[in-house]
């Protein structure tokens, strides 16, 4: 069983506890800031045995379909067995919370944060047994999509919960007809609703994590002390002076400043996801691709995620020419007990720590310091005084088509990353054009911390980087990289978490393995 323990990628932790017949969810930041999640709801799932049907060795049954098996008591998930719905909830007082504006929103939260902790559960045997001749060795047997089935029950009986929560992308169905019945209760077509691992990595978490808004007289601190949206002026507001707001505010576990908010800061309290634009084209050097959007400002930190193999937390901002190092503002691990005092409005990550007093060397400082090291100097050949870094990094900055990132572990630099369309990269003029897509993109890496080099640590912040990828434009088909060839260890590391080698490319200043991902076969990221 997974720790009891949730970090959600907000900063929010849930505390999941055993209770009968399923778990209970509390959450335990309500007592230190604003919360969208109620103080508590309660799930119910249990797992459905299928019974292995007998199969003759030439592949053909007598039987007529699936014979399906006792239920019992969850305790580590299946394959496809496993039946979940939430029970009940516990919502905030009214007089400290607004109620949500959308109930349906906030359930699809409740929905999303529970299934966070199931696919963190340890994975299931993904071999099939069904149909398959007994005399299939085990790696020869066809391999199933680990999915969880949603009742409709419980909380979610509503008529048109389902039809919303279908919609928003975080449950599913194989029955894609209208349907003959004309009754919209009778539930047809939305009893057999489930959530696979795959699609649910796939889909933004900013879709779903939003704050409440405190009432005028709460104990809990809002993000703004005033309303997002004034009212008109009147002659009583125009004559009494208005504060400035404080400048210390928490926003949730984001402290949204001006160079450096976090991916789930919002001081309207909405969600923070946008889909992305339409296509438009434009041209590059005699390249006709899509307008990009801007990427996030310098030392915006972009995408954040707890690791519970590494017990802290992966992030990564863009690169900033400061001469100072840009402030973590997100959540990092915190072992300590929390001793805050209820309605204190100060979150454990806006206390003094090493994660945010900017004791680190700023960026430009840091890429001087990892360019020189033999092993980088090597691969990158950006080497030399500290003006070589500098320059390198404006260069990257200006870029149109790539944008340079710093990846920190609990707030901690260790590395060096670009992500880059590929189309009017380089790398494109040395591909045919079935060879990516319009929206593919690639990647460049160094790791420049010692402390924070290995093979699991490699595989963590491989994948989150892909992960992000996908979740930035769901038009994104593939991820490349460009390894020299002999940087064989590596091409190992990415082989083990999903990449292949397709061939190798001549650059004039490299010979170049090229290594791909593809959505379509990526699962999850590593845990």
């Known amino acids: 069983m997974a720790p009891s323990l949730v970090h959600l990628p907000n900063g929010h932790t849930l505390t999941v506890s055993t209770v009968f017949a399923g778990f209970q ?40 379909g699936p014979r399906r098996g006792k239920i019992r008591r969850f ?56 149909g398959v001749p007994a005399t299939t060795s085990e790696e020869g047997r066809p391999r199933g999509e680990w999915r969880i089935n949603i009742k409709r029950e419980g909380i979610f009986k509503g008529r048109h919960l389902f039809p919303k929560l279908e919609r928003m992308g975080i449950i599913s169905s194989e029955d894609s007809c209208v349907g003959e019945s004309l009754d919209d209760r009778s539930g047809e077509g939305w009893n057999r609703m489930f959530a696979t691992q795959r699609g ?158 900017s004791l680190h060397p700023c960026d430009t400082d840091l890429l001087h310091t990892w360019m020189n090291i033999p092993r980088v100097a090597a691969f990158w050949g950006v080497s030399g005084p500290r003006s070589v870094q500098e320059s390198f990094l404006k260069n990257a900055l200006n870029s149109k088509h790539s944008f340079p990132a710093i990846g920190c572990w609990d707030g901690k630099p260790f590395g060096y990353f670009e992500i880059y369309w590929v189309k009017e990269d380089h790398l494109g003029r040395q591909l045919s054009s079935h060879d990516y897509g319009n929206w593919d993109r690639g990647l460049h890496a160094l790791v420049g911390e010692q402390e924070f080099r290995g093979k699991e640590r490699v595989k963590v912040w491989a994948s989150a980087l892909v992960h992000f990828c996908w979740l930035a434009d769901p038009r994104t088909e593939r991820v490349l990289l460009e390894p020299r060839v002999d940087n064989e260890k590596f091409i190992s590391y990415l082989r083990d978490i999903g990449f292949y080698k397709e061939r190798e490319i001549a650059f004039p200043h490299k010979q170049a393995a090229l290594m791909k991902i593809r959505r379509e076969g990526w699962e999850a990221p590593v845990l």
């Open 200 to 357: 649910f990595w796939l889909t933004d978490p900013r879709i779903f994590l939003f704050t409440l808004s405190p009432t005028t007289h709460s104990p809990y601190p809002g993000a703004s002390p005033y309303p997002s949206r004034p009212g008109s002026p009147t002659r009583d507001s125009m004559l009494s002076s208005r504060p400035d707001p404080p400048a210390d505010v928490q926003s949730g576990v984001w402290t949204p400043q001006p160079q450096s908010p976090g991916p789930f800061a919002s001081g309207s309290h909405l969600p923070t996801y946008y889909p992305p634009p339409p296509t438009l084209f434009t041209f590059t050097n005699n390249i006709r691709h899509p307008l990009r959007q801007k990427p996030p400002a310098q030392g915006e930190t972009f995408y954040t995620r707890y690791i519970p193999s590494m017990g802290q937390y992966l992030s990564f901002r863009v690169a900033s020419l400061s001469h100072k190092s840009p402030t973590h503002r997100g959540p990092v691990s915190d072992p300590s007990p929390n001793f805050l005092p209820p309605h204190s409005g100060v979150t454990p990550g806006s206390l003094p720590s090493i994660a945010n007093m």
């Open 25 to 64: 969810f509390k959450s335990n930041d309500l007592n230190i800031h604003h919360s969208a999640f109620p103080p508590g709801w309660t799930i119910i799932i249990e797992s459905q045995e299928e019974e292995d049907e007998e199969v003759a060795v030439d592949g053909h049954g007598d039987h007529d």
């Open 75 to 130: 305790k580590n998930p299946t394959l496809h067995g496993d039946n979940l719905f939430i029970s009940s909830i516990s919502s905030p007082s009214n007089a400290d919370f607004k109620p949500a504006a959308s109930p349906t929103r906030q359930l699809a939260m409740m929905l999303w944060a529970t299934l966070w902790w199931y696919f963190h559960q340890p994975k299931p045997d993904t071999r099939l047994t069904k």
